[in-house]
């Protein structure tokens, strides 16, 4: 016999999908960067979601590309291990000792922790550093940061060849340096050059805040280059929102034709975004 659930309103759930039909077709075959913040993975339950919606996203003919970060982690290890870290503009300086922790925690148990929730709800999600297949070639930030690096160049293949396969690339942000060096990138910085370099449709950076906020507090919905550019001077964009309004400035000038920054750990924020007319956080658009 048919199930007559009365606890749920399923005329809704039937209504949420049709609705979803422009987007599902807006969306057809668009490159999708989304970056997951180290703050915004929470609990095995919201990591859960997270990977059903980035499969569901997959099935619809969206191409995600998944850029992680992982701070808080850094800092559990690295605490462990008694070694001191400090930040600058939102960026860590980072001298060998904490590049080996960095690398150790972003591609190992960050990253394999993400590509096996995708795995486990049915999607096919391969794990890379930006140092695989000449993905991101680094130069130093700024030698008062250390290993910290800038990408200056992208190679896109491998993930073209991914896409072709239905694989979901999940990326740890460090980068190759031209001597061999292996440098930190920041995560929004990382998944800003990638974004460029394939041009995407969207890039999505997962925080734990709701949107850039003003003075007042509340969340600014749409964001031109000048009001980030006076709200970072003016100290309203502070810490790790600075190295994420100038990706988005840097991924918009590089030809990604939106950024949204919104909190990753609202329930279903990715598919929120993408396929309902409620938009969340703050997107800075091209043009
Ligand atoms: N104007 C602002 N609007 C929102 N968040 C801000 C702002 N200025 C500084 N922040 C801080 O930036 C943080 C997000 O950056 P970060 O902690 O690096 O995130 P993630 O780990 O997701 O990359 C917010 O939690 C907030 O404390
Ligand atoms: C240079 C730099 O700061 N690298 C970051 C990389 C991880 C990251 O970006 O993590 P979140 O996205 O969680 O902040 C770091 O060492 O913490």
Avoid at 40 to 59: C, K, N, P, W, Y
Avoid at 188 to 196: E, H, N, P
Wanted: hydrophobic share 45%.
């Amino acid at each position: 016999m048919r199930k007559q659930a009365m606890n749920r309103d399923w005329i809704a759930t039937a209504r949420t999908l049709s609705e979803a039909l422009p987007y599902l077709q807006r969306y057809d075959d668009a490159i999708v960067v989304i970056k997951l913040g180290g703050h915004a993975m929470g609990s095995d339950e919201a990591m859960e979601t997270f990977a059903r919606d980035i499969v569901l996203m997959q099935h619809v003919g969206v191409n995600p590309v998944i850029v992680h970060g992982g701070g808080p982690m850094i800092n559990q290890m690295l605490d462990k291990l008694e070694i001191t870290s400090e930040f600058v503009n939102g960026k860590r300086v980072t001298d060998e000792a904490t590049m080996e922790v960095v690398e150790m925690v972003l591609s190992g148990r960050v990253n394999k922790r993400i590509v096996q929730a995708i795995n486990q709800q049915g999607g096919k999600a391969v794990g890379l550093s930006g140092k695989d297949a000449n993905l991101i070639t680094c130069d130093a930030t700024d030698p008062a940061l250390g290993l910290v690096g800038t990408p200056s160049e992208i190679d896109p293949s491998i993930l073209q060849t991914l896409f072709k396969d239905d694989t979901i690339p999940v990326i740890a942000p460090l980068g190759a340096g031209r001597n061999g060096e292996t440098y930190n990138i920041n995560g929004d910085t990382a998944a800003g050059a990638i974004a460029a370099a394939l041009t995407a449709d969207r890039l999505l950076l997962l925080t734990d805040i709701d949107g850039v906020r003003n003075a007042e507090g509340d969340v600014v919905t749409e964001l031109t280059s000048q009001t980030i550019r006076s709200m970072i001077i003016d100290g309203t964009i502070a810490g790790g929102m600075i190295p994420k309004t100038e990706t988005a400035l840097a991924a918009i000038d590089g030809g990604v034709r939106a950024v949204v920054i919104l909190d990753g750990r609202a329930p279903n924020a990715t598919l929120l975004e993408l396929f309902t007319d409620h938009g969340a956080g703050s997107m800075i658009r091209a043009g």
